[in-house]
């Protein structure tokens, strides 16, 4: 099963797209996911325009706080948006264990390491030949999640409090040595 992210502003036009091109639409246990938003109904039209409805299943609105449990039911997350400004909808379906596939961006540069903690495509044309790719070799996705899944524990409240606490030592021990030494640990300001 892959998820697709799904609304305008986030291009959802060109995963679908790129499920039309694919030569053996995804069977029923690779089901397509998308999310309610005020375009459903224009997107459920393209489905059908497409071809692809059959595979494509529209859960609407889920909570924030069962939203895991789709990513953990899906092997690729799948997105052509270029605003996430953060990545935290890839971060999330990393730490659920999926593979994702998104569109080259800036903004993501940290997030995704193409073919190391996701797999990146540049141009829209790119998407659907990477799709089949990769659901004709799930060792490779398989390898993916095993690394993004690690990566993204950079990215989590306790190494951030891990990196937060050894800042603090760091500059606390810095500051101690200031005072032994008696220099100043802050610069003073000069007078002109």
């Keep these: 099963m892959y998820q697709l992210d799904a609304w305008r502003k986030k291009k959802i036009c ?11 639409p995804p069977s029923s246990d690779e ?49 052509a948006s270029t605003t996430e400004a953060q ?24 997030v995704i390491r193409d073919d ?26 398989n390898r993916v999640q095993s690394t993004a899944h690690v990566h993204v524990r950079s990215f989590s409240a306790e190494f951030f409090g891990h990196t937060l606490e050894n800042t603090y030592q760091s500059i606390s021990q810095k500051g101690q040595y200031a005072q032994n030494q008696r220099v100043a640990f802050y610069p003073t300001r000069r007078s002109s």
């Design 14 to 24: 060109k995963p679908y797209s790129s499920c039309e091109r694919l030569p053996h």
């Design 87 to 110: 990545g935290l909808t890839y971060i999330e379906a990393m730490a659920s264990g999926c593979a994702v596939i998104a569109k080259d961006d800036s903004s993501i540069q940290s």
């Design 116 to 141: 190391e903690s996701g797999f990146v495509f540049n141009k829209d044309c790119d998407l659907a030949p990477l799709l089949m790719s990769l659901l004709q070799n799930p060792q490779r996705v």
């Design 31 to 79: 089901t397509c996911s998308g999310r309610r938003r005020p375009e459903r109904h224009s997107l459920e039209n393209l489905a059908k325009t497409l071809g692809v409805s059959t595979h494509v299943v529209f859960v609407g609105a889920i909570n924030w706080k069962k939203i895991h449990y789709y990513y953990q039911l899906s092997d690729l997350f799948v997105s």
